[in-house]
Structures are given as C-alpha cells and as structure tokens.
T-cell receptor, first 113, second 115 residues
Framework: KQEVTQIPAALSVPEGENLVLNCSFTDSAIYNLQWFRQDPGKGLTSLLLIQSSQREQTSGRLNASLDKSSGRSTLYIAASQPGDSATYLCAALTTSGTYKYIFGTGTRLKVLA | ETGVTQTPRHLVMGMTNKKSLKCEQHLGHNAMYWYKQSAKKPLELMFVYNFKEQTENNSVPSRFSPECPNSSHLFLHLHTLQPEDSALYLC??????????????FGDGTRLSIL
C-alpha cells in the first residue's frame, strides 16, 4: 500500500532564503508525482507535475525533482517570498490497482518578511 | 476564477439533516472527483466519475451519495452524518481519468461542520 510522507510538517524561513521541501513514497510504481499549493480556506493549486520518466520540472522559481528508485521528490523554492507562505502537498499517482493519487499531509511554510 | 466552483463554501448541519454539496467545472473536463480533507490527515479520494459513470468508490459509507448528471456537474448528497464527517470536501476535475499526464484542478471546497 502506497504511503506518502512529507517532512518537515512545518517550516519557517526568512524572506530570500532558498528552501527544499521533501516528499517520500514507499512504492516506486508511480505514474507521476504532483506538487500542489494550498492557501488557508482554499482548494489545491497544481504547481508542477513530473511524469515517472522525467527527472525534474521547473516553473519560475520552483523546481521539482523525482527519484523513483529512492522513492523521493523534492520541491526547491528559490528566493522565497512572503507570498509563498502556504501548505505544500505532494501526491503520487499510484499504478498498483486502480490509478489514484495518494497524498502526503503537507508542509506548512511560512516565509517571514 | 479557478474553473471549478463549489457551493456552498460553508455548511453547518445536524446529524439528522439532509443536504447536498454542488460542484461545477467550466474547463471542458470529463472526469470529476470528490475528496475529503480532515485535519492532520492526507486528502482521501472518495468518488471518481468519468464521462458521468462512476469509476471509483473508495469504500465510502452510504450516508454519502454522489450524483453526476453530466460531465460539468457533480453533487454529493449527505444524510444522517456523524461528527467525524466534519471536514473540508474538495471537488476536482481533469480531462479524463485515462489521460494521466494532465493535472487535476481543484475547487475551493465546502467546509462542513456536523453538530
């Protein structure tokens, strides 16, 4: 059974710092891995989606990497800003049984001005 | 505009009430999903519809009854709920459940509180 873990659960950094959020998954049989952002009281916004055949994806100041063999993905945020404060979720699309996303519990990020 | 609209945003109901959650997507997608997000727990997939047909029921109790009259609308009918059903209910859509390289798009959710 696929399990997705995100560490740390919460993170507080000063503005301008580069930071890395971690996501690990127990079953390497995934189709893709998606990173989301969730603001308080809001739904999820897709940030980056990495196919299982890809190693990384980039969008602006965000870079996500995927290492299937080690069961890890990282989300790198460059030059963090207060507007980046949110909860970041990763989700692995498992190929075992029916295709469905298994979500982590998220990392709550606070960027201090 | 997220493209996926959920109503109501907040709902408080007693355990004996019957209510419905509504989701509408304007993205031309054919797959729609219901998720439950409880405090300090991962999102849990509840139901999946593809071209109006239910393709997934993730062992959800029968007090939750989904309805998908067309590819743009999805409902979740609620009756005789329990306090542990209090959560944020999120709707999502995607092009097609078989088009797995496309992301899911989420609404802002309905915050449900059971008294």
């Amino acid at each position: 059974k696929q399990e997705v873990t995100q560490i740390p659960a919460a993170l507080s950094v000063p503005e301008g710092e580069n930071l890395v959020l971690n996501c690990s998954f127990t079953d390497s049989a995934i189709y893709n891995l998606q990173w989301f952002r969730q603001d308080p009281g809001k739904g999820l916004t897709s940030l980056l989606l990495i196919q299982s055949s890809q190693r990384e994806q980039t969008s602006g100041r965000l870079n996500a990497s995927l290492d299937k063999s080690s069961g890890r993905s990282t989300l790198y945020i460059a030059a963090s800003q207060p507007g980046d404060s949110a909860t970041y979720l990763c989700a692995a699309l498992t190929t075992s049984g029916t295709y469905k996303y298994i979500f982590g519990t998220g990392t709550r990020l606070k960027v201090l001005a | 505009e997220t493209g996926v609209t959920q109503t109501p945003r907040h709902l408080v109901m007693g355990m004996t009430n019957k209510k419905s959650l509504k989701c509408e997507q304007h993205l031309g997608h054919n797959a729609m999903y219901w998720y439950k997000q409880s405090a300090k727990k991962p999102l849990e997939l509840m139901f999946v519809y593809n071209f109006k047909e239910q393709t997934e029921n993730n062992s959800v109790p029968s007090r939750f009854s989904p309805e998908c009259p067309n590819s743009s609308h999805l409902f979740l009918h609620l009756h005789t709920l329990q306090p542990e059903d209090s959560a944020l209910y999120l709707c999502a859509s995607s092009q097609d459940v078989r088009v797995r390289w496309q992301p899911q798009h989420f609404g802002d959710g309905t915050r449900l509180s059971i008294l």
